[in-house]
């Protein structure tokens, strides 16, 4: 199915291969912007409780980074798995998507609270801490990214889109390596602050594979923002709200993720 010379089933998310659940019905009521706006809003506000529990959860053991792996392994795979339920039934994300939201959040609270330990073991001083300092970070993209929208200053082409699914293919291949590699005691360069120098010429690579990393991120955000005004435009079912939100969500925990080490890599810089 294609919308305005769009082809629904082109999308650089794989969240949004199925089609057939924002095909129109007659009588049912439609899909909004601001719909989709307040389902991402309160997945995003669940994500910052999870985070909190995650914080108070990590307050009451012995934090360290064989807990960071092991609570990494655990969300990765849980999530996956009620990832790919959304994605093989957009129906269910109304109750599946506040659960990932809430579990992604304990992991990125747990995640926040060990780069910040780290960094005050180390000297390292971050106004506000990390978390505050990644959280506007995030915010400033998503605003750049919807004004650069808004304005059609940046469009998700076919080619656009095509480029940048490409290389998200490949940034989340190395992440895969990485951790795998990193079960078993092989840290890979760069990827993590953690693994990264903290002066000479390392540094400033981990600085840049950062940034790039974040951009390609942010960029998810514009094709992202297509897909869900062309299945605004098309008459998709208001039901579907919850699964454009749950789309959105996973690119601004990416952001997020990728905003944390970059506070931590200036601040180490600085």
């Avoid at 990932?100 to 609270?113: P, R």
């Avoid at 940048?164 to 490949?170: A, E, Q, R």
């Avoid at 990485?178 to 981990?206: C, K, R």
Wanted: aromatic fraction near 12%.
């Amino acid at each position: 199915m294609a919308i305005r010379g769009f082809n629904l089933t082109e999308s650089s998310n794989p969240a949004f291969k199925h089609e057939e659940a924002f095909t129109p019905i007659s009588g049912v009521e439609t899909a909004s912007v601001q719909g989709v706006v307040n389902k991402t809003a309160m997945l995003t506000a669940i994500a910052f409780i999870g985070g909190m529990i995650g914080i108070w959860i990590a307050k009451q053991i012995a934090l360290t980074m064989g807990v960071l792996i092991g609570w990494s392994l655990g969300t990765a795979v849980i999530t996956l798995v009620l990832y790919f339920m959304a994605v093989a039934n957009p129906m269910r994300a109304v109750a599946l998507a506040p659960l990932y939201a809430l579990i992604q959040g304990s992991f990125l609270g747990v995640f926040t609270m060990l780069i910040d330990n780290y960094l005050a073991s180390s000297g390292y001083v971050v106004a506000g801490g990390v978390a505050l300092q990644a959280f506007v970070i995030t915010m400033a993209i998503l605003v750049s990214m919807l004004a650069l929208y808004y304005f059609r200053i940046l469009q998700a082409t076919p080619m656009f889109t095509r480029v940048v699914s490409t290389v998200v293919v490949g940034i989340f291949i190395a992440y895969a390596l990485s951790f795998v590699l990193n079960l078993f005691g092989v840290q890979v360069l760069f990827i993590s602050v953690f693994t990264t120098p903290t002066s000479g010429s390392g540094m400033w690579i981990g600085m840049g594979l950062n940034l790039f990393i974040l951009l390609i991120a942010s960029l998810m955000l514009i094709i992202d923002f297509k897909r869900v005004e062309d299945h605004v435009k098309a008459g998709s079912p208001k039901r579907i709200e919850w699964y454009l939100g749950f789309c959105l969500l996973i690119t601004l925990i990416w952001i997020y993720y990728e905003s944390v080490q970059l506070s931590a890599r200036i601040a180490i810089l600085a």
